[in-house]
């Protein structure tokens, strides 16, 4: 056996098998294994039980509706193994899989067609005794010659059969009786127990496929294979497949594609949202899978509130969340686990808080303080009947100017409006967006000092520095200080190669502060304060320089008018405005 290079052998990696444990990706294919956090096994038993009590009911098609990631490969694949158990002869055909590989219609009814005997199949590429003279002679002729072929294997009898469908069109109109009788015949000679046999065909996949696809496999079941001893189970997202019918047949708006499936579906099956000890039992599976249960010890309920409790999305939120620590680990600019944590839950809701926070972790303690402000205000008639911890919340804290016992509640609104900036009003009417960063402070009050510190470091670190990253699309600051501090995403160090200054921005108004961005060897730095010896001096009013950096009014025109003025370097004043992008 060859030996380990030693430069393979890091410290990390020593450390982590001294400690005995690893971290690993967890992979998105359907769960199948013998326990079940989520319930599904009660689900499939159920199920099947209802299907072998409805033969005589057949043929039927059952639909398997759930949003992406909900678990219905998961419950089809169990179905499937359920039945196969009883005897019942099953099919599984993904559609997505054969997308662009062949027609969908073709695909599906070899699929169907090889789950016959092949003598059956033999005997449909016959013609009736009733048929011309002529054409019966052909296939007399023939038949010779597909049974050498069948027994040299020069061929299989499903593609015979699609060879005869395609080139007979009253072969391929009387499908749908050739298909009942040969199923009939294959019932009989595959009976399950003491009931003749069931072929159950599982489709999977179907909303991950384009309209044209759809609409051939819904049209190939309805018309040709819905015959009695055979059952049909679909998997697809309701809202998907409704597009992508709609996409295909409407010629208005009034046209549904639920109405196309209503014809199609006989037995709708949702699948249910996973109660909380479901979804926690199957969040902590993946936390153990993933090697990372204990740096996220507490936060459980955070992560299922924030991924909706879908094993798609938690699943997704760990590789990501592991990802990214252990790169910011490998380079040394790693985030303790729970700053990471939080960054990556509020990106899973919002990007544009997200990209707030990143830059800023005391937005997470503001906004939290705006959310529960807010909340009161707005079921109190006045300060006075304010909750007792709100009352103190407002003491405590240096947003307010008016005395907390004589202020009305326009007043309390007016000293919000004033304190916050205006983005949290928006983001204070997403109820789902404020119960996370609510729960999130909730749950790092409870942290041990050493973490309150760790995080309190790093929170420290990644305001100082610009994050890299751009901002979201779409996304435009709301305030002076949002801007200025996320101007270094934007910068373009090609465009301002070979230039070193600082400029410092001393902004008056509705929002006064001092800010200044650093610009030497390519990069640029955003930093609250005052410079010692800037380059350029900007003096400005807060709602001038945030029209400019929204694009609302142009920077030239503004100087020209008067509007903000400055001292310094004016060649560095002509040049900055190539060196950053819009937002």
């Known amino acids: 056996m060859p030996k380990t290079a030693p430069s393979m052998v890091t410290p990390r990696r020593a450390r982590k098998a001294r400690e005995g444990a690893a971290y690993r990706f967890l992979g998105d294919q359907p769960y199948t294994e013998p326990e079940d956090p989520l319930g599904h096994d009660h689900l499939v038993e159920r199920l099947a ?40 002869r099953t099919v599984y055909y993904n ?39 002529k054409r019966r002679s052909v296939s007399l002729l023939r038949i010779p010659f597909v049974a050498l ?45 003491d009931e003749p046999g069931l072929l159950a065909v599982f489709i999977d996949d179907l909303d991950r496929c384009s309209d044209k696809s759809v609409m051939e496999i819904l049209t190939a079941v309805k018309l040709y294979l819905t015959v009695p001893r055979c059952i049909f189970v679909l998997g697809y997202d309701r809202m998907a497949v409704d597009e992508l019918i709609h996409r295909r047949i409407a010629q208005s708006a009034a046209v549904k594609g639920s109405m196309y499936l209503e014809k199609m579906i006989q037995v709708p099956f949702s699948i249910p949202q996973p109660d909380c000890d479901a979804a926690g039992a199957c969040l902590d599976q993946y936390l153990r899978e993933a090697g990372v249960a204990a740096l996220f010890a507490g936060c459980e309920d955070i992560i299922m509130k924030s991924t909706d409790a879908n094993p798609r999305r938690m699943k997704r939120f760990i ?6 620590w252990l790169i910011g680990e490998a380079t040394g600019t790693e985030a303790p686990p729970e700053l990471l944590a939080l960054s990556l839950l509020l990106n899973l809701h919002d990007r544009g808080f997200s990209f707030l926070v990143e830059r800023d972790f005391g937005v997470i303690d503001r906004f939290a303080d705006y959310a529960r402000i807010s909340r009161a205000v707005d079921q109190a008639p006045n300060a006075a009947l304010l909750p007792a911890e709100i009352r103190s919340l407002i003491t405590q804290r240096e947003y307010f100017h008016l005395g907390v016992d004589t202020e009305s509640r326009e007043q309390l609104r007016e000293s919000l409006r004033a304190a916050f900036p205006p983005s949290y009003q928006g983001y204070c009417q997403d109820e789902r967006l404020c119960e996370l960063v609510l729960s999130l402070r909730d749950a790092a009050s409870g942290v041990s000092p050493e973490t309150a510190e760790r995080v309190a470091k790093a929170s420290r670190e990644a305001t100082e520095r610009a994050a890299e990253a751009p901002p979201p699309p779409g996304w435009l600051p709301a305030t002076c200080k949002e801007g200025l501090m996320a101007m270094p995403a934007t910068f373009n160090p090609r465009k301002a190669a070979g230039a070193s200054a600082v400029i410092q921005f001393k902004v008056t108004g509705p929002e006064p502060g001092n800010y200044y961005l650093e610009v030497k060897k390519g990069k640029c730095t955003a930093t609250e304060g005052e410079h010692a010896s800037p380059t350029l001096t900007i003096n400005t009013p807060s709602d001038v320089w945030l029209k400019i950096m929204r694009r609302e009014v142009d920077a030239t025109t503004a100087f020209m008018s008067g509007t903000f003025a400055f001292t310094g370097d004016m060649g560095t004043l002509m040049q900055m405005g190539s060196w950053f992008e819009s937002y």
């Open 95 to 133: 559609a997505w899989t054969q997308e662009g590989r062949r027609g969908a219609t073709e695909a599906l009814l070899k699929t169907v067609l090889a789950a016959l005997d092949e003598d059956i199949l033999q005997r449909w590429m016959r013609f009736d005794r009733n048929e011309t003279w």
């Open 49 to 88: 039980c209802l299907i072998e009590e409805s033969r005589s009911s057949t043929p039927f098609v059952i639909g398997v509706e759930g949003p992406w990631g909900a678990g219905k490969s998961s419950i089809m694949l169990k179905l499937r193994e359920r039945l196969a158990r009883d005897g019942l």
């Open 149 to 193: 072929a069948a027994r040299l294997g020069l061929g299989n009898a499903v593609d015979k059969v699609w060879d005869r469908l395609e080139k007979d069109v009253e072969v391929a109109n009387d499908f749908h009786q050739r298909f009942s009788d040969a199923m009939r015949e294959w019932s009989a000679r595959n009976p399950a127990g």
């Open 319 to 324: 590789n990501v969340f592991l990802l990214r």
